[in-house]
């Protein structure tokens, strides 16, 4: 019943000894973005270096600190979407021969493995849809125009938590593993597990800081997430949600 937690150790050195990444192996490096459409018309988000908001301390953002499931219908701005992407994936920077993101979370050997899609419902400026954040560059790229059913969908595939569907937008991270698994072989998975658990964090902080609320969803119906992104569910899968909307002051 418990022969999972076997991945929850570290290999022993014997076996990492034996080991031997895709890296090691001379391998060329994976992509460290998925690719959008050559002649896509990308979204401008708010620069990093132009945001007027979230000017908390990280005190009270910790002492705040709580998972929120109830919403007001009120909107969030471009800005606030800006700041929360900026603060769960954003990207500050090359290594490497820009074989490496420096980002705003950590992640095992700066590999990043995920991708970052919304589910938007209320945001100023966009229309509701499916989106796909485009870190390097800071933009957003529309994936899915047709919004009629995607709250219903979303319910279904959190598995039936009604809440979610009624957030101002649903974060929804991917891990496309071969970006870990280039570099750590079989020792990803603890890396990508721990990895993702930074990026909920950062989003928990950063709506603290701009009056939201977000509560972190790990219970999903795979398939149907997977399917709700368009992935694949082998060489990318849907690991983790978040809705986020604005809430009331007494909620606060």
């Known amino acids: 019943m418990y022969s999972y937690r076997k991945h ?9 000894e034996e080991m031997e990444s895709d890296q090691e192996k001379g391998l060329p490096a994976p992509d460290i973005q998925k690719p959008h459409p050559a002649n896509a018309d990308l979204i401008d988000l708010v620069p990093p270096d132009a945001l007027t908001i979230g000017h908390i301390s990280l005190l ?3 002492n705040k600190r709580r998972s929120h499931r109830k919403y007001t219908n009120a909107y969030l701005s471009l800005e606030e979407l800006s700041f929360l992407l900026w603060s ?16 705003t979370v950590p992640s095992g050997g700066a590999m990043h493995p995920f991708e970052t899609y919304l589910m938007v419902n209320r945001v100023e400026g966009l229309e509701p849809g499916t989106y796909r954040y485009i870190a390097i560059g800071h933009k957003l790229y529309q994936e899915q125009v047709d919004a009629s059913d995607l709250p219903q969908r979303i319910n279904r595939a959190s598995s039936d938590q009604d809440f979610v569907g009624k957030a101002a937008v649903v974060f ?9 698994e280039w570099r750590y072989a079989e020792t990803s998975l603890r890396s990508i597990l721990m990895s993702v658990g930074h990026i909920c964090q ?13 509560c972190a969803i790990a219970a999903y119906r795979q398939n149907e997430l997977d399917a709700f992104i368009g992935v694949d569910g082998e060489d990318e899968i849907a690991i983790y949600l978040a809705p986020v909307g604005k809430v009331k002051a007494s909620q606060v």
């Open 8 to 16: 929850l150790k570290q290999l022993p050195e014997s076996v990492l």
């Open 60 to 62: 009270d953002a910790i």
């Open 88 to 103: 769960t994936q954003g990207v500050r920077g090359f290594a490497l021969k820009r074989s490496r993101t420096l980002r």
């Open 172 to 180: 929804i991270w991917s891990v496309r593993p071969y970006r870990t």
């Open 202 to 214: 950062n989003l928990y902080l950063a709506c603290e800081a701009i009056d939201s609320g977000t």
